[in-house]
């Protein structure tokens, strides 16, 4: 049972290669948080590798996990992303990203030797980076007098909030990420400070 107010990701990004009969497949893992930050991992990988055969990946985002896309990237349908996927979905992972570099050593290794080649790749570079638990988050701006920012800081510190935005004027703008299983708490202890407006923000 999985929990709802926690969620599993890669710590860092990390890489990994595995060789297979002349061909060798590197695997690369990232944290990512978006599609547009998934197109500028890959986009570095194809300027870092341009002349290998394949450039193959699976991602999957969101806390509800139904944000995915698999590329077998010119391998036979089925022989690499969905391998890939399965080795992020085994352990559990949102919000991650592999991406595995074919260079093609002249020797065709079959459907079943392609998937245990994507599928070893991805667990290898699985494997050198930490996986880490960390909070399903709410965000709320916050609207206070400058006078208050440090009571508003100490808030924000005691409840591991995280700042999102700032700014800071003589009337601060703050967006501040909240962890679900405090948002209670943090609001009703920011609408306890006077002259703070608090509203959460959309998405």
Known sequence: M?????????AKSGTAEFKDRGSKFIGYVFPVASAEEFRERLNDVKKEHPK?????????????????????DGEPSGTAGRPILGQIDSKALVNTLVIVVRYFGGTLLGVPGLINAYKTAATLALQTTLL??????????????????????NLVKQYNCRIVRQEMQLFCNMTIAVPRNRILEVTYKLQEIRDVELSPVAG
């Not at 999985?2 to 890669?10: H, K, L, M, R, S």
């Open 52 to 72: 290998a055969s394949h450039h193959c990946f699976a991602y999957r985002l969101g806390l509800d996990g139904n944000t995915w896309r698999v590329s077998d």
């Open 132 to 153: 880490v638990q960390k909070p399903v988050e709410k965000e709320f701006l916050v609207q206070f007098d400058y006078t208050q920012v440090g009571e508003i800081m």
């Open 2 to 10: 999985t929990d709802p107010d926690f969620y599993t990701t890669v």
